[in-house]
């Protein structure tokens, strides 16, 4: 079992930055494929950026291209997401999801076995 635990969420002005962790723990040793997806009020929950087990490959959503960055400390077990350029309608809860072996293309959530409970962005205009 893998325990995923997001941090750094908050409320900051629109243009601003904010970097979310999550680390892995319970079954360390292991690279995961690394996901964040959000979730707005209303809305259903969204990839956002992805980065790969050891290659360190990334993808991101096209509407924080350019803003978002997402990168991982394997010997911390820890993906970040540095989020600048921040707007408003980056408001939602972002989650981290993690997998061994990735069951679907990394966009759609059924691709990932392990989620964390979710931070709160908030971005005020």
């Known amino acids: 079992q893998v325990q995923l635990v997001e941090s750094g969420g908050g409320l900051v002005q629109s243009g601003g930055s904010l970097r979310l962790s999550c680390p892995a723990s319970?079954?360390?040793?292991?690279?995961?494929?690394m996901g964040w997806f959000r979730q707005a009020p209303g809305k259903e929950r969204e990839f956002v950026a992805y980065?790969?087990?050891?290659?360190?490959?990334?993808y991101y959503t096209d509407s924080v291209k350019g803003r978002f960055t997402i990168s991982r400390d394997n010997a911390k077990n820890t993906v970040y997401l540095q989020k600048n350029s921040l707007k408003p309608e980056d408001t939602a809860v972002y989650y981290c999801?993690?997998?061994?072996?990735?069951?679907?293309?990394?966009?759609?959530?059924?691709?990932?076995?392990?989620w964390g409970q979710g931070t709160q962005v908030t971005v005020s205009s």
């Open positions: 980065i790969s087990s050891a290659a360190g490959i990334t």
């Open positions: 319970g079954r360390t040793g292991s690279n995961y494929f």
């Open positions: 999801a993690a997998a061994i072996t990735l069951r679907d293309r990394y966009y759609y959530e059924r691709s990932y076995a392990y």
